[in-house]
Structures are given as C-alpha cells and as structure tokens.
C-alpha cells in the first residue's frame, strides 16, 4: 500500500529536469513573488490554483494564485511535463526558480523544476469558465466557489483591508476596543425586528427562559457602549448585528456588520460629524494605498464613474444640511411627507447607498429618561439605564456605520449581498 501511494505521487508530479539536492525551497505568497526585487534564481515554493494552462511547442505556461493578490503569477515549464491534470482551477504545488521575466506583463516568473498537483478540478463541471466574466447575480449561486473568482477575490480583500484601516483609524484616535455582546436582553433600535434565542424546547418547563429573561440577537451595541463611556472616553466596537427584517431589497441583510462608537464630554453634533467623516475618509484612503489593484478592478468592471465619485467625496468636505432646511425642500416635493420632532441627531447619506452613518447626542437628562421609562412600562427593566445618569453622568453621543453599505459606497457595488462573504436574508440561509 505504501508503494502504491508513493507511486501515485510520482506520476501526480511532473519535472522538467532531474532536480539535485538542494536545500528546502522557501514558500512565497504569490504577492511576495511578484514584489520579489532580487529575482536572481532563488528556489522557491508557491501554492494555489491554476488560473490559466496554456501550452505551445516547447514550454507549458501557467498563470498560479493564492488569493494574496490580484494578480496571479506565471509559472514556465517544459512542454514534457505531464499537463493532463494542469486544467482551470486545480490545487497546485510549484517549486523551482524565481527569475526575471523576459516579458515586459510581469517583472518575475517561477521557472518550474516540480509541478505537484494537489487537487484536481473538471473544467467541464466547474461552474466558472476560464475568460469568462459572470455577473455578480450569477455568482451569488454558489457561495461556496465565488470567492475564487477575480472580483469576489478583490471585493474580499477590500473588506480585510478596510477592517484593519478602521481598527487602526480607531486606535490612533485613542479609542478603546469594547467587545459587546452578541445576545442581549435590549432592544436597542425598538422597532421588534429581533431573532428571538432560545435553546430547543425539549426538556424545557413551560414559560422558562434559558436567560430568566427574553434574549436576542443584538440589533445594535450602542446601549452596552454608552455603559462603557463611564469609565472610558473614546470607546468603539466592530461586529456582527441582525435584524428580523422580511427585505430581499439590495440594501437590506438579516446579518451585517456594524462599526459604531461612543464618546464622553461631547456636547456638538459638529464634533460628533468631524469623527464621522475622518472615520469614512481615513478608511477610504487606507484600502486605495494598500490595494489599489482590486479597487480599481471593481471600478472597471462593476461600477464605472465611481472612481471619480469617490475621490470627489474624499477631496471636499461633506455637504451638511439641518433638518429645518431639509424639511422645506421636502415641503416643495410633488410627494408627501411626514415630519418628525428634531432631535440632536445627525445621518450620513449617499447616493446609491441611502443611509451610511447615523448618530446623536445621547438624553443625559435623568428625570426626562425617568418620565419616558414609566410611561413606556419600562422603569425596571432599564434601571440601570437610569443609573448611567445618577452616577458622574456626562454628556455623550455616538454613531454607527454600517459595514457592508461602507464597502458599497466605496467599490460602487449596488447589491449588499455582493460585499459580504455569506449573505443572509430571509428564505435564504446557504451554507
């Protein structure tokens, strides 16, 4: 048996040479090959997916990709290599050589002395076809595979890079890092749209909570914030929130995520907005500085003119408007509208997203929450709300954004389920 499977390797490898010793081959990431600056026959390994085979009298080229970079890296071996098992999207194992490129596409190649073929991959079954482009609606099919496409790849490096701009935006501005929680007993946004947690009823006494209490999957973590800016000036959280909102819309999802903070001894909303628009510009700034290659595809492929929209937003200050004057224009709108009281509130909004931001200033006033609470039946469930303002209360406020729609305003991707790994919406929970 161990024969046998030794022989099986062998003929999965193929070698343009007879290799010699030589020390182990140090593994590279496709973008650290392609950022190589001393391409002078260092023997590397690479490991990824064949993105293109194409053979010609006397060499075999293949195009191999990790999903380190857009770019993909091209692989030169002799014609005599066994190619039957090279195809569109197989696993591979390359070790040999990193060269210059006589071509002037790339600045390095691997010239191959081991091909291995770690998984195979049936181009005819495949659902993606080498050279072609499906639509983003298309790929939505199959959540399990569309990651290995290019504009799948790109819009997911985006999200990486834009998360770790956001946490360093947040650390350099001195904020603390608060993990809130994913099940709570609030209803932060008040409008009922919760997923309800509860283990399954078996075993279970009628009537009992798993909590003692209903428990939900948080909406928001605004509350679980503004109990942390009593002791912590500048706080902020990035996770997972849900919503129980019957909406197969383009902008709406049943989980996303949200970024949101909290700030003490702020009593402006323009202070508040200053946060808000260094928070989007430094971001947006960060994700073109680190990759600038998977931005631009997306503004090729999939959002033409978004290029200029974005960097005009980021060149010019945002445009700021009160209530008061967004009321009168609505009032000379051929529709009808409904007007609420003002409150010390603030929303970012972008066309073709709607709104990005939203944020306020928080009701530090005790006896108007106390007032609020009883009328609402509330007093003792948010007891400790009211206990917020009886012990060394300041004035606060605080915004969320929502990450997904951040992504959307950025790339111009129009659908929300295009800029998250695995969308969920109702009657649709793949994977």
Known sequence: ??????????????????????????????????RAQDASGERVKVQGWVRSVRSQKEVLFLHVN??????????????????????????????GQLVKSPSKKQNVELKAEKIEVVGNCDPKDFPFKYKERPTLEYLRQFPHLRCRTNVLGSILRVRSEATAAIHSFFKDSGFVHIHTPIITSNDCEGAGELFQVEPPS??????????????FLTVSGQLHLEVMSGAFTQVFTFGPTFRAENSQSRRHLAEFYMVEAEISFIESLQD?????????????????????EDVALCHRVVAPGQKDR?????????????????????????????????????????????????GSLREERYHFLEQRLARSG??????????????????????GMGFERYLQCILGIDNIKDVIPFPRFTHSCLL
């Not at 509330?378 to 915004?399: C, I, K, M, N």
Request: overall charge negative.
């Open 310 to 358: 974005l960097e005009h937003m980021l060149k010019n200050n945002f445009l700021i408007i009160s209530y008061t004057e967004a009321v009168e224009i609505l009032k000379q709108a051929s529709q009808s509208f409904t007007f609420t009281p003002e409150v010390a509130a603030v929303d970012l909004l972008v066309p073709g997203v709607g709104e990005l931001f939203g």
């Open 66 to 95: 990790d999903g380190s970079s857009l770019e993909s890296l091209q692989v030169v071996a002799d014609s005599n290599c066994d190619s039957r098992e090279l195809a569109f999207g197989s696993s591979v194992e390359v070790q």
């Open 378 to 399: 509330l007093t003792e469930a948010y007891q400790w709300y009211l206990d917020l303002r009886r012990f060394g209360s300041v004035p606060h406020g605080g915004f």
């Open 202 to 215: 078996k075993g279970k006494v009628p009537e009992e909570n798993f909590f003692n209490v209903p428990a």
């Open 1 to 34: 048996m161990f024969g046998a499977r030794c022989l099986l390797r062998a003929l999965r490898s193929c070698s343009s040479a007879p290799c010699p010793r030589h020390k182990p081959s140090a593994k590279l990431s496709v973008r650290d090959a392609l």
């Open 272 to 292: 508040l907005m200053q946060v808000m628009e260094g928070l989007f510009k430094s971001a947006a700034a960060a994700v073109l500085s680190t990759c600038p």
